[in-house]
């Protein structure tokens, strides 16, 4: 809700003085809360490390709540916390139900619901249903169980191919390089079966037509929803099922050369979906006893809009990302189709988008719109986000994209712990670039992530980063900090905005323009010169500068009116 001013604010930008000053809006039901929410995606180990070991932990996202309740975030999304060896940091879980030490206690984790609970924010958890990791029991039970015994039914063991058994069971490759297949070696010390992998070794996939996995994850989930999750993003929510069969590829190559779930035969099997139902049933179950909504939001990530619609049908997830407009190049043509399919396509189920830009798997938009410097990319990583706020439905932000962090792509190979360089020593593709340690304050290395005396980030942080600390940007009223937080509160009290529908007006090329609810019109100019205005006067809201009548280039402007359509 839009809110009084907090101790320390700047003054409010033209236009938005009445709203900033205006006393909080009425509290809106909790059921559908998720509907147009926008959560705040946080990276725990790149996010406020606590105890100075140079990696974030829980207690220090507890620390920085406030920061996140000022900017006008609804809720939070944690990436895995859980026990891991940290092969690919956290997404290979060895323990479902306990906390890292890495990132604290259980304690801690119970800490944090109750902080955000007083501040009002939902709390949503990151589940890793698809594989576990290497160490986890239920592995080493398997690497010590005999071919077809119990212990290896949740994983996909198959015996190999040749005279020998020498060639892994089929040619599918692994989505971070290399075969999806290794082989073990059996108690006698002899080479025997392979086990499957789409990501890498030490995170073997799950096989989910083993009823012991999903009877597992549902313990798992009630684990965490009696302790207080709001939901759950789940990743790699089109994986799970792999066709019966495990036969070859038409192209084996495809998830490797693409690093996306693309090989038909490993993704996207119709099983799936009665996984969904069962956890939406559950989430029903809580929502039942206390009228709290939770949460199922998928990575689904499917050819197209309208494969993507089936898995939030009405008794399936609620949500999923909508990848489409986070690969979109920054053209009018290609935003049109992408946002027009999505409203189409999944609106019609009943759900609404869920749109995002940033990821800790993607290049940050300041790098990757920038044209031929940061400063342009900068200044359109701007006009996208304030275009995305003004999409009907909910959104995702990424940490650091509201200071306008940009990539850090000058990583030293030494440097380098993504285990798709491990695997494949190419850095196409490598996602320690958008996960550096935030910076906070200060004008030197670890700009307020870690306390006096830690050790040294476990990613290092580049010198420019002192432009883009939260204690600058906050200072500065021309931030992209500001721009997202006037952003936000509009969404709380512009009935216009949120959830609802999408009007496009006629424009030239290169502009895009769309009307929310007839009384508030969003603008945005790909071009890259100056643009006419869909409207007179002076915008409510801009990513930029933007004098009455003129659209600049890489600028996305809002204008409302009271009472009156566009």
Not at 117 to 125: E, P, S, V
Not at 402 to 418: K, R
Not at 467 to 478: I, N, P
Not at 495 to 503: A, F, I, S
């Given at each position: 809700?839009?809110?009084?001013?907090?101790?320390?604010d700047?003054?409010?930008?033209?236009?938005?003085?009445?709203l900033?000053?205006?006393?909080?809006?009425?509290?809106?039901p909790?059921?559908?809360?998720?509907?147009?929410?926008?959560?705040?995606?946080?990276?725990v180990?790149s996010f406020q490390d606590?105890?100075?070991d140079?990696?974030?932990?829980?207690?220090?996202v507890?620390?920085?709540?406030?920061?996140?309740?000022?900017?006008?975030?609804?809720?939070v999304?944690?990436?895995?916390?859980?026990?891991?060896?940290?092969?690919?940091?956290?997404?290979?879980?060895?323990?479902?139900?306990?906390?890292?030490?890495?990132?604290?206690t259980?304690?801690?984790?119970?800490?944090?619901?109750?902080?955000c609970?007083?501040?009002?924010?939902?709390?949503?958890?990151d589940?890793?249903?698809?594989?576990c990791?290497?160490?986890h029991?239920?592995?080493?039970?398997?690497?010590?169980g005999?071919?077809?015994?119990?212990?290896?039914?949740?994983?996909h063991?198959?015996d190999?191919?040749?005279?020998?058994?020498?060639l892994?069971?089929?040619?599918?490759?692994?989505?971070?390089?290399?075969?999806?297949?290794?082989?073990?070696?059996?108690?006698?010390?002899?080479?025997g079966?392979?086990?499957?992998?789409?990501f890498?070794p030490?995170?073997?996939?799950?096989?989910?037509?083993?009823?012991?996995?999903?009877?597992e994850?549902?313990r798992?989930?009630?684990?965490?929803?009696d302790?207080g999750a709001?939901?759950?993003?789940?990743?790699?929510?089109?994986?799970?099922?792999?066709?019966?069969?495990?036969?070859?590829?038409?192209?084996?190559?495809?998830?490797?050369?693409?690093?996306?779930?693309?090989?038909?035969?490993?993704?996207?099997?119709?099983?799936?979906?009665?996984?969904?139902?069962?956890?939406?049933?559950?989430?029903?179950?809580?929502?039942?006893?206390?009228?709290?909504?939770?949460?199922l939001?998928g990575?689904?990530?499917?050819?197209?809009?309208?494969?993507?619609?089936?898995?939030?049908r009405?008794?399936?997830?609620?949500?999923?990302?909508?990848?489409?407009l986070?690969?979109?190049?920054?053209?009018a043509?290609?935003?049109h189709?992408?946002?027009d399919e999505?409203v189409?396509?999944?609106?019609?189920?009943?759900?609404?988008v869920?749109?995002?830009?940033?990821?800790?798997?993607?290049?940050?938009?300041?790098?990757r719109?920038?044209?031929a410097?940061?400063?342009s990319?900068?200044?359109?990583?701007?006009?996208?986000?304030?275009?995305?706020?003004?999409?009907?439905?909910?959104?995702?932000?990424?940490?650091?994209e509201?200071?306008?962090?940009?990539?850090?792509?000058?990583?030293?190979?030494?440097?380098?712990?993504?285990p798709?360089?491990?695997?494949?020593?190419?850095?196409?593709?490598?996602?320690?670039?958008?996960?550096?340690?935030?910076p906070?304050?200060?004008?030197e290395?670890p700009?307020?992530?870690?306390?006096?005396?830690?050790?040294?980030?476990?990613?290092?942080?580049?010198?420019?980063?002192a432009?883009?600390?939260?204690?600058?940007?906050?200072?500065?009223?021309?931030s992209?900090?500001?721009?997202?937080?006037?952003?936000l509160?509009?969404?709380?009290?512009?009935?216009?905005?949120?959830?609802?529908?999408?009007?496009w007006?006629?424009?030239?090329?290169?502009?895009?323009?769309?009307?929310?609810?007839?009384?508030?019109?969003c603008?945005?100019?790909f071009?890259?010169?100056?643009?006419?205005?869909?409207?007179?006067?002076?915008?409510?809201?801009?990513?930029?500068?933007?004098?009455?009548?003129?659209?600049?280039a890489?600028?996305?402007?809002?204008w409302?009116r009271?009472?009156?359509?566009?």
């Open positions: 809700m839009l809110r009084s001013p907090l101790p320390g700047p003054p409010p930008p033209p236009g938005l003085g009445l900033i000053t205006a006393p909080d809006a009425p509290a809106t909790d059921h559908g809360w998720w509907r147009d929410a926008v959560i705040y995606q946080v990276y180990r606590s105890d100075g140079g990696i974030g932990d829980l207690a220090g507890r620390t920085r709540l406030p920061y996140l309740k000022r900017l006008g975030v609804d809720g999304w944690l990436n895995p916390f859980y026990v891991s060896p940290q092969h690919d940091h956290g997404y290979d879980v060895a323990d479902y139900c306990a906390v890292d030490p890495l990132y604290g259980l304690d801690d984790f119970d800490d944090l619901v109750e902080d609970r007083l501040l009002g924010l939902k709390l949503i958890l589940i890793v249903p698809n594989h990791s290497s160490e029991p239920w592995f080493r039970a398997a690497l010590a005999a071919p077809g015994s119990p212990e290896r039914a949740p994983f063991f198959a190999g191919r040749g005279e020998h058994g020498e892994p069971p089929n040619n599918w490759r692994a989505m971070f390089g290399g075969p999806a297949w290794s082989r073990v070696r059996e108690s006698d010390g002899s080479w079966q392979w086990y499957l992998h789409l890498t030490e995170q073997p996939d799950l096989n989910w037509r083993d009823p012991a996995v999903a009877a994850f549902e798992v989930l009630r684990f965490w929803l302790r709001d939901g759950f993003r789940i990743d790699v929510a089109a994986g799970l099922y792999k066709h019966p069969e495990l036969p070859d590829s038409p192209d084996p190559e495809a998830d490797e050369r693409t690093r996306d779930s693309v090989n038909p035969l490993a993704w996207n099997q119709p099983e799936v979906h009665d996984v969904w139902r069962h956890w939406r049933a559950i989430c029903e179950e809580y929502t039942a006893r206390d009228g709290r909504d939770r949460l939001v990575e689904a990530s499917v050819p197209t809009p309208a494969e993507q619609a089936a898995y939030v009405p008794d399936e997830l609620h949500q999923a990302f909508f990848f489409h986070l690969h979109a190049p920054w053209d043509a290609h935003f189709r992408v946002i999505a189409q396509d999944i609106a019609a189920t009943g759900s609404t869920t749109w995002v830009l940033n990821n800790h798997d993607q290049v940050r938009t300041t790098t719109f920038a044209a410097d940061e400063l990319g900068g200044v359109r990583a701007r006009a996208a986000a304030l275009l995305m706020l003004a999409l009907p439905g909910a959104a995702y932000l990424y940490q650091g509201e200071l306008g962090l940009p990539e850090v792509d000058d990583l030293p190979d030494h440097l380098i712990t993504d798709i360089f491990q695997r494949t020593g190419s850095r196409v593709g490598i996602r320690d670039g958008c996960r550096i340690p935030l906070w304050s200060g004008l290395s700009f307020g992530f870690s306390p006096a005396g830690a050790k040294e980030p476990w990613l290092p942080q580049p010198a420019h980063f432009a883009h600390t939260a204690e600058r940007v906050l200072a500065d009223t021309g992209a900090w500001h721009l997202y937080r006037d952003a509160h509009l969404r709380r009290v512009l009935p216009q905005l949120g959830e609802g529908t999408l009007r007006l006629d424009t030239p090329p290169g502009v895009l323009a769309f009307v929310r609810g007839e009384g508030l019109l603008a945005v100019n071009g890259d010169g100056p643009a006419l205005a869909p409207v007179d006067g002076e915008p409510l809201l801009a990513s930029g500068p933007c004098p009455p009548g003129i659209l600049p890489g600028t996305t402007a809002w409302a009271d009472g009156r359509s566009f």
